[in-house]
């Protein structure tokens, strides 16, 4: 399909233990929309859980392990929220240094909810200005961020655009404008 994503492929970080399906699917669907490929990478091989809060729901399967993937493989990192995924991947080395990676080479990343909790792990939010979850407001100042209430925000600080939503309500903003980072 072509769009203005063709010919690119976006990462998808997702731990096993669960993700909030929603906010997997829905930018997996925009990137699919949009003519992109998108690639699941998780801590593991096989398969992760998806949850409809915290009940289980779908499963999918990883298409490669974040420390075989790196930054150069893919044009953009999509980080699906709930509670259980950032709070996973921040305690793998792994992840984290996937996330630093992406972080460093300038590649946009897109996070949303809980997500941030993996960029403030891997050293990716001082000087840039995220909005999340509201509870993550303290963890994102503490770590040199400047946290904003806002549907999604986009931050061009630093290396790399950040596009970051609150919660799956914001969805539609947050896909269309993680769409034209990468597109970018």
């Not at 930018?27 to 998780?42: C, D, E, F, K, Y």
């Not at 949850?51 to 999509?78: C, N, Q």
């Amino acid at each position: 399909m072509a769009g203005p994503l063709s010919g690119r492929t976006i990462a998808f970080l997702v731990a096993p233990e669960g993700v909030e399906q929603v906010e997997l699917t829905e930018p997996w669907n925009a990137v699919r929309q949009a003519g992109g490929t998108p690639r699941l990478i998780s801590t593991q091989s096989g398969e992760v859980q998806g949850f409809h809060h915290l009940d289980k729901a779908d499963t999918f399967t990883v298409d490669a392990r974040a420390g075989e993937a790196g930054p150069e493989d893919f044009a953009g990192l999509v980080l699906p929220g709930g509670v259980a995924n950032p709070d996973f991947l921040r305690t793998v080395p792994d992840a984290v240094e996937f996330v630093r990676a992406f972080a460093e080479s300038g590649r946009p990343i897109a996070a949303i909810c809980h997500a941030p909790w993996t960029l403030i792990e891997a050293g990716a939010v001082r000087g840039r200005t995220l909005t999340s979850w509201p509870c993550l407001r303290t963890d994102i100042e503490n770590a040199g961020g400047h946290w904003v209430d806002q549907e999604v925000k986009i931050c061009d600080a630093g290396p790399g655009r950040l596009v970051t939503s609150r919660k799956p309500d914001d969805l539609k903003a947050f896909c269309e404008t993680a769409i034209e980072a990468f597109a970018a």
